[in-house]
């Protein structure tokens, strides 16, 4: 794990692949459960019987669920050990490529493709590449933004 001490680290490994978190396998229970916090009971992530005559063969995990694993693969990959407040700035892109089936195991590759000044802090772009076991093609691909403050 890559661990950050001070913004002039963090400004330093601009461009950088800071790592590769763990697999994780994605169960439908999991699906299940985001399901109900989401209210995105769609047939194609919940029903498993219909969804094994679906256009993927079986449930697969909703988008959103895949991006929201940012915080869990992250906290494997790096860690802002500095004095300030870290925040979710937003993201500039998210693309979906491919499926990720219920079943698979995926993992994130991090990229901190850029570290701009911003007052009081430093804003991060990060490169978020979301793998499946076996696959050709990323889940998820997103580029996020956090914002790390000095103090």
Not at 113 to 118: G, I, N, R, Y
Request: charge should be negative; include cysteine.
């Amino acid at each position: 794990m890559r661990v950050f001490t001070s913004l002039e680290e963090v400004a330093a490994a601009s461009g950088e692949e800071i790592g590769t978190s763990d697999w994780l396998t994605i169960d439908q229970e999991r699906v299940d459960r985001f399901a109900d916090v989401t209210g995105d009971h769609q047939w194609i992530h919940v029903d498993v019987e219909r969804a094994k005559e679906g256009p993927f063969g079986g449930t697969i995990a909703h988008g959103y669920l895949t991006l929201s694993l940012i915080p869990f693969f992250g906290s494997q990959v790096f860690a802002f050990e500095t004095p300030g407040a870290k925040l979710n700035y937003g993201a500039n892109k998210v693309r979906f490529p491919a499926p990720l089936k219920v079943g698979s195991k995926v993992r994130m590759h991090a990229v901190l493709t850029s570290a701009e000044d911003v007052p009081g802090g430093v804003q991060l772009t990060t490169t978020c590449t979301f793998e499946v076991e076996g696959g050709e093609k990323p889940v998820c691909v997103a580029e996020t933004l956090t914002r790390v403050f000095s103090g």
